[in-house]
Structure formats: C-alpha cells, structure tokens
C-alpha cells in the first residue's frame, strides 16, 4: 500500500544568539549559533544566517564517532555566503557549549583547519573562551593595491603610520591590515561600500583590518566587512589572530606577547579582544568573552 501524505519537514533547529567578546549583550559581535545543525543543507544554513541578520551564524555539527567528545565539524555563514573560519561565532559557539556542559575543551573542525577551544572560568563568574588558530602568514601588498584601497577608504597615504606598513595576514581568513596614522582618522569610517566589497572579493579578503596603535601592547580596532553585506564587524576574533601574526612577522613587538585590542567603540558596541603570541608557538590565541543576547 502508498501513501499519498506528503513527507514530513525537517524541524527547524534551535538558534541561538551571542554577543562575543563583551560581557554586555549590547556590546561586542553579535553571532548565531546553532548548536546541533545536523542535516541542514549550505543552502538552509545560508538562508539562516540571513534570517539572523549578523555579520556570522555558525553551525555545529556533532562528532558522533567514537570518543570524541567536544568535537565538531563547524561551518561560517554571514548574511551574503560562507566563510572559512569567524572567530567571534567560534567563541560565542564555545561559550553557549560551556554553557550547557560546563568548562572544557573543544575542537572545532573549520574549511580553514582545526582550531582549538578552551573555556573556563574566570574569578569573576564569567565564562572566557581561547581559541587557538590555524597556522598563519602573512604576505606582501603591492602599491597599487594599497592605493586603491586608501582610494575606496577616503583615505591617503598620508593617513597611514609608517612604523606599520600594509600587509595581508592570514589566521584561518585573510585580512588587509591597513595602520592608521591618528585615532581620529581611525574614528571616521566612511566607505564606498560596493566598491570596496568588489575589491575585497577579487583579493579573497574576508575584513579589512583597520588600526590604531596607542600604545606598546593597546590597539583600536575597526573591520568593515562589505564581502559579508556588513558595513562594519564590530569585534573580529579572526582579524584579531591575523594582526597578532603580522605583528610578530614584522618585530612590532617582543615575544612572548599579550596584546588587548578595543573593537566596536565607534559603533556603540564596545569589545575588548586579548591576543597572545607565545615563544616557539607561530600559532595565534584569541581570547574573549561571551553572553547570551536575550
């Protein structure tokens, strides 16, 4: 005997909402997290993450094999396509985990590698998850590229500080470091949006990340992100190990290092991101917290 009933849907998963590297939902990034997106299709995943509206939703999918328990298999979405790795969904996506479980250890399977997770406890209560990347690099840029991003800026060369010339770097996405010479010229971010998301697609760059250097081991931060249909990212966990790995390449600072980045401040959602650079470890640790958005 058939039957004419039509199969029955798949059930819509469960999606939660984060703020990553604050410790005040009105602060930091914004990020999705689904925790068991088992069975869901690029295509449903994408859709999800345009349904959120933030910069990344990240997707978790179990590891039902054996022992392995803490991994999974996680894919990056922002509103407009995939991404191989997002450090803020990472960390928003380990802490929700730790809130469920406990503290621990996770390790994420990416399109960019495997990154390690490890979440605990601060004095104060509060949960701090460390994420440590995939191997980075970081490459030269030529001039005329440069110019046409100061172009699609606003910005001239005269912006810039010398002391921290433009660089991709690489910590599981690339990222365009471009120095600022002033804080002031940091603040006034406006953009020739498709420009610049066209520029950025040619170039396979996920930000372009934007600094201010107020002191030894203090950076502000800011990473528009029109590749993503984002004006701005507020807090970059991904950009944030880029720039660690190009400031170990370039000597800007002596190892063992540990770096604080302040990101989101000229958007109202301030973020603060710890970034540490070990001796005999070229591997990049990003460090920040996470709460639930209500």
Known sequence: MTSDAAPLAAPEPDILRYAAFATDPGGGNPAGVVLDASGLSADRMLAIAAEVGYSETAFLIPDTSGDAGGAYTVRYFSPLAEVPFCGHATVASAVALADRNGPGRYVFATQAGEVPIEVDKGADGVLHATLTSVEPHVEEVGEADVAEALALLGWSADDLDAALPPRIGYAGARHLVLAAA???RLARLEYDFDGLAAYMTARDLTTIQLVWRESEH????????????????????????????????????????TLT????????????LTVELREGDTRIRVSGTAVPIP
């Open 182 to 184: 002033t804080r002031d």
């Open 261 to 272: 980045l302040h990101q989101g401040e000229d958007l109202g959602r301030p973020g603060v």
């Open 218 to 257: 203090l950076f502000h931060v800011r990473d528009p992100f029109p590749v993503g249909g984002v004006v701005e990212d507020p807090a970059t966990g991904a950009a944030a190990a880029a720039f660690g790995a190009y400031l170990r390449e370039r000597g800007a600072v002596t190892v063992p290092a």
